[in-house]
């Protein structure tokens, strides 16, 4: 017979009580960005796959993104009122010191009532006071590091986590060697699988199969600087009679179609948000993107790619992650700063230029790891033992 352990759910979740001996209960924590929501939901179904019964609640931030796309996916989720360091903003963070305390709390709280056996962190506003809190309440956590270069808030929490495990070579700079384990970054298996697809993709996205398609995405926020580009440079896109896969992003999108006015052309085609990923990288035969954790699925859909890396990040990450693929030969760099002046200038360089495509999608496809959300889900089941 299972004995219970008597729990206040404090989280509103109406959660059963905890069986000694039973399923195991995991708490997945951060968010914000698609970035680090999809893999944090990936990581939630390989659990699930390994034993269904598993039980996982998610952290994330108040009125981010995670709160919409979690439930969407089906998964409960608790809300922090937490945030992140405004930069250039002293006014706005002046409440950062008691938000972070309020949000180790409620993750205190948090995780004495719904007793988890352990604890992961994929990045976020949410991560960092949910680790702390599992650190104070012996909860074993692990740490899902998803760029070439840790932040503050990873670097210290990575010194009492049992695994970290990373996408990139040389972390150890950053964490314990014997801590961390090469997974690479969960993706969406439905987004990468674009094999047999590409006709399908033309007439998903309204294309024609005889001329060349650039996808350009921001990201599931989209991104000023990739979206000032296109309209910087769209008369040459227009004049070289390219197709382009434009996902702008939500708060852009109005302004951009405002921009373009009625008379857009019938090559461009602009989403606020693309919910086939998988159809727009089967339609491309180049890709831009920022260089964050989309970098993951480029490697997986082996398509060339030019970054242009968000210089808005901690440690300016996101240059290191292009640089790691740059230094391989497996992606193009054009930096924020030049973006404006240079990116579809070498956009349609690369793709009159053949050679150079293919080298870059074999070398890229080289750095693939397609099954990071199963050797995650598996370390974390080792630690919650």
Known sequence: MIKMEETKDITGLNLPLKGVGGPKRIIISGGGTGGHIFPAIAIANALKKLDPATEILFVGALGRMEMERVPAAGYKIVGLNIQGIQRGSIMKNLLFPFKLLSSVMQSVSIIRSFKPNAAVGVGGYASGPLLYAASLKGIPYLIQEQNSYAGITNKRLGKKARKI??????????????????????????????NGKHAQALEWAKLKADKKIIFITGGSLGARTLNESVLAGLAKIIAADIQLIWQTGKHYYGGIMDSLGENVSSNIRVMEFVDRMDLAYAAADIIISRAGGTISELCAVRKPAILVPSPNVAEDHQTSNAMSLVKKNAAILVTDKDAQSQLIDAAIGLLNDKEKQKILSENIGKLALLNADEDIANEVMKISN
């Open 165 to 194: 495990c990373v996408a990139y070579d040389g972390m150890e700079k950053f964490f314990p060697a014997d801590k961390i384990i090469i997974t690479g970054n969960p993706i969406r298996r439905e987004s990468v699988d674009i």
